[in-house]
């Protein structure tokens, strides 16, 4: 079994020991002294978000956030499918979630198919395997797969110092242009009014 996910039991559900998590230290650029979320990021703001979906994968997500439990499975999957207990289910409190995150990343998150508004909570689930430990990985890799799409939706790329001289180049062919038709059309309006335009 995965070191990251060495379970206790507790009747029929899983707590998982948490491993040192990386994300907790990253998470403090989005919170400001008071506590409270910075919603107002600047360009600085920005590139910490960039850095941290970088480093995030599914590893890094504080498993003492989460809760998995385990159901039967259902449908196809032979003799085991209702008798094994081996569906996993994950829930994490966005309350415990979202303080964590970059502010921009909360809406596309509340927005998801994953969020249950009754449990202010997402709720995740997985029974692709009869084993409960890979069903539980595959909760917390689809858990890492939405936080990285609320990045990939919110999170503008960075702009490299050739994209923006390209911008600047285009920007000042469109200002000649613009001029070149404005000189144009001012050439034109003087010659209707000289009759014609000036003799050589």
Same mark, same amino acid.
Request: aromatic share 4%; charged share 30%.
């Given at each position: 079994?995965?070191?990251?996910?060495?379970?206790?039991?507790?009747?029929?559900?899983?707590?998982?020991?948490?491993? =040192?998590?990386?994300?907790?230290?990253?998470?403090?650029?989005?919170?400001?002294?008071?506590?409270?979320?910075?919603?107002?990021?600047?360009?600085?703001?920005?590139?910490?978000?960039?850095?941290?979906?970088?480093?995030?994968?599914?590893?890094?997500?504080?498993?003492?956030?989460?809760?998995?439990?385990?159901?039967?499975?259902?449908?196809?999957?032979?003799?085991?499918?209702? $008798?094994?207990?081996? $569906?996993?289910? &994950?829930?994490?409190?966005?309350?415990?979630?979202?303080?964590? &995150?970059?502010?921009?990343?909360?809406?596309?998150?509340?927005?998801?198919?994953?969020?249950?508004?009754?449990?202010?909570?997402?709720?995740?689930?997985?029974?692709?395997?009869?084993?409960?430990?890979?069903?539980?990985?595959?909760?917390?890799?689809?858990?890492?797969?939405?936080?990285?799409?609320?990045?990939?939706?919110?999170? =503008?790329?960075?702009?490299? =110092?050739?994209?923006?001289?390209?911008?600047?180049?285009?920007? $000042?062919?469109?200002?000649?242009?613009?001029?070149?038709?404005?000189?144009?059309?001012?050439?034109?309006?003087?010659?209707?009014?000289?009759?014609?335009?000036?003799?050589?």
């Amino acid at each position: 079994m995965n070191r990251l996910l060495a379970p206790r039991w507790t009747a029929a559900r899983l707590v998982i020991i948490p491993p =040192p998590s990386p994300i907790l230290s990253i998470s403090r650029a989005f919170t400001n002294s008071s506590g409270g979320r910075n919603n107002d990021l600047d360009e600085e703001g920005l590139k910490a978000a960039r850095q941290w979906l970088q480093k995030l994968d599914a590893d890094t997500i504080p498993r003492d956030l989460c809760e998995v439990s385990f159901s039967r499975s259902s449908g196809p999957g032979g003799q085991n499918v209702n $008798k094994v207990s081996s $569906k996993a289910t &994950l829930r994490i409190p966005l309350s415990s979630l979202l303080p964590r &995150l970059p502010s921009l990343l909360h809406d596309p998150l509340l927005r998801s198919r994953y969020h249950a508004p009754s449990s202010s909570s997402l709720v995740i689930q997985a029974d692709d395997s009869r084993k409960q430990a890979d069903n539980a990985n595959a909760c917390f890799q689809k858990l890492h797969e939405l936080i990285v799409q609320a990045g990939r939706e919110t999170v =503008p790329g960075e702009t490299s =110092p050739e994209q923006v001289k390209r911008v600047e180049m285009l920007q $000042k062919k469109e200002a000649q242009g613009r001029r070149r038709l404005k000189e144009k059309l001012s050439g034109k309006k003087s010659a209707r009014r000289g009759g014609g335009g000036r003799e050589e």
